[in-house]
């Protein structure tokens, strides 16, 4: 499904969601409830409702913590992200991965997914800023809740922790299975009980321990 078509059948108006969903029932993670791996981001995090107050009863799974350049860099290169590929990333925050793809390859197409109100009103400022309507489709929605496969996506890109990755798990196997040449890398977080076809360990970082990259197929997974 190209791009339009899926911004058409979405239809989403970010900045309406934001100012209608109620907030409080939208809280997510403090700091100190993240895992020890995942260190601060680097600069500054726009606002978010994500980051404001617990996770649990939530519908979020993972807090926002934005890649660093070199790691987004390195997993669009270790996903052999190429112009004729449709590019997927869900919880994708700010969609810096998907800006930095399509400012690498104008001619390739991009979807993300994101729940939270305010980055999703920010994304959406973003790809109107930047001309980007016609290789950017943005669905403000819960992830668990997209048919991947109907989207066309042939490789997809996610950081997320373990629990939403394994959550996961049946509509990667679905879309992997079914679109040829496709596949998912995740960062730093394995998908829980399958076997990556490649890992990769990102060095420039300055972080501690270094992200590591992992990329799944349908080969690699049976």
């Known amino acids: 499904m190209h791009v339009l078509a899926i ?3 979405y239809t989403p108006d970010a900045i309406a969601i934001a100012m209608d969903m109620d907030m409080d029932a939208l ?5 100190d409830e993240l895992p020890n791996d995942v260190g601060p981001p680097a600069g500054p995090v726009i606002q978010t409702v ?3 107050k617990p996770l649990q009863d939530t519908p979020f799974v993972a807090p926002f913590v934005p890649c660093s350049p070199p790691t987004v860099a390195a997993a669009l290169d270790f996903a052999a992200v190429a112009p004729g590929d449709t590019l997927l990333d869900l919880g ?3 969609a810096r991965i998907l800006f930095h793809a399509l400012a690498k390859h104008p001619t390739l197409q991009c979807v993300g997914v994101e ?3 305010l980055l999703a009103q920010y994304i959406s400022q973003q790809i109107h800023a930047r001309h980007l309507s016609k290789h950017f489709a943005f669905i403000p929605a819960d992830m668990y809740t997209i048919d991947i496969t109907e989207l066309g996506a042939t490789v997809a890109i996610l950081y997320l922790l373990t629990p939403g990755i394994a959550k996961l798990k049946p509509l990667l196997s679905t879309w992997l299975n079914a679109v040829h040449g496709s596949r998912v890398v995740t960062v730093t977080y394995a998908i829980p009980d399958w076997q990556p076809a490649d890992t990769m360990l990102v060095t420039g970082t300055h972080t501690n321990p270094a992200p590591r990259l992992f990329k799944y197929t349908s080969e690699s997974i049976r």
């Open 92 to 94: 994708c925050g700010d």
């Open 115 to 117: 729940l939270d109100p």
């Open 27 to 31: 809280a997510f993670a403090r700091s």
């Open 50 to 52: 994500v980051n404001t």
């Open 7 to 9: 911004s058409a059948r």
